[in-house]
């Protein structure tokens, strides 16, 4: 088993930044496929960006290129979100996700993140941004 811990997130205004953790704890001696996920009031929850942590490629949503990067220190099993330029439809709770390999870097290549496929969720932490 995994549990995942997330920190971070906050309110902030449009056009601001906000950095996100999430430590992995548990069993993952054979490393994990690591994602953020985010689902907004009244909305599905969709993929914001994964990265396979073999290879260290993240990917994105095509929302949130450009603005957002994925990172993680093997080292501290943590994955980090940095979110900059924040827009009001980037608000809702965000999750950290994880799954034991092989991470599917080829749907993920093509924006597919199903998250059907990650077995492991944090508690959510929440993003606010006013415009």
């Known amino acids: 088993q995994v549990q995942l811990v997330e920190s971070g997130g906050g309110s902030v205004q449009a056009g601001g930044s906000l950095g996100l953790s999430c430590a992995a704890f548990?069993?993952?001696?054979?490393?994990?496929?690591m994602g953020w996920f985010r689902q907004a009031p009244g909305k599905e929850r969709e993929g914001v960006g994964t990265?396979?942590?073999?290879?260290?490629?993240?990917y994105y949503a095509d929302s949130v290129k450009g603005r957002f990067t994925i990172s993680r220190d093997v080292a501290k099993n943590t994955l980090y979100l940095r979110a900059n330029n924040l827009k009001p439809e980037d608000a809702g709770m965000y999750y950290c996700?994880?799954?034991?390999?092989?991470?599917?870097?080829?749907?993920?290549?093509?924006?597919?993140?199903?998250?059907?496929?990650?077995?492991?969720w944090g508690q959510g932490t929440q993003v606010t941004v006013s415009s």
């Open positions: 996700a994880a799954h034991y390999p092989p991470c599917n870097s080829d749907n993920w290549s093509r924006g597919n993140f199903n998250s059907v496929v990650f077995r492991f």
């Open positions: 548990g069993y993952i001696a054979s490393g994990l496929c």
């Open positions: 990265i396979d942590t073999f290879s260290g490629i993240p």
